[in-house]
């Protein structure tokens, strides 16, 4: 069996399940850690201005964070299944995920280039929280979309 697919259709994907779920945790953690923020500044964890770009109101942010924890939950519970809707997919959307997670992350990189370029005291890790997340989901699409374009049971 080629590593990274199923063809039992049974039993976990092995190793996409191991790095969905990592990319599904984190991205659990800093939602959360966020949703802390909003509330009680605590010591462990960096200010709520840290967590937030301001692009959206958070109020709108939230629960658009929690849908995509639920997809992303869905995601890793069929990988660790072997079955269920996300498991296969038209080798053209493994296609479109591929590139758009390239396109994703790259367009991160360079918003960290140009956040450091103009505010260069925030190096390295200060008020840059939100594009290492779209980092990480950027990773979970190309992690899902390696699967879908290995995947021979793919349509």
């Known amino acids: 069996m080629t590593q990274g697919m199923n063809n039992s259709n049974q039993g976990p994907i092995f190793p996409n399940v191991v790095f969905l779920s990592i990319f599904a945790l984190l991205f659990v953690f800093r939602v959360v850690g966020q949703w802390v923020v909003s509330f009680q500044p605590v010591s462990f964890l960096p200010p709520m201005e840290e967590w937030y770009s301001g692009l959206l109101p958070y109020p709108i942010l939230l629960p658009i964070q929690i849908v995509i924890i639920v997809i992303m939950g869905k995601v890793v ?64 699409l190309f992690t899902l979309s390696h699967h879908y374009l290995r995947n021979e049971n793919s349509r």
């Not at 995920?97 to 140009?114: E, T």
């Open 77 to 140: 519970m069929d990988f660790w299944n072997g079955r269920g809707y996300f498991i296969t997919a038209p080798k053209k959307g493994g296609v479109f995920l591929k590139w758009f997670s390239y396109i994703y992350f790259l367009s991160m990189v360079i918003r960290y280039i140009v956040t450091m370029w103009i505010h260069p005291e925030r190096r390295w890790f200060t008020g840059t929280i939100p594009i290492w997340f779209h980092m990480v989901l950027a990773s979970f």
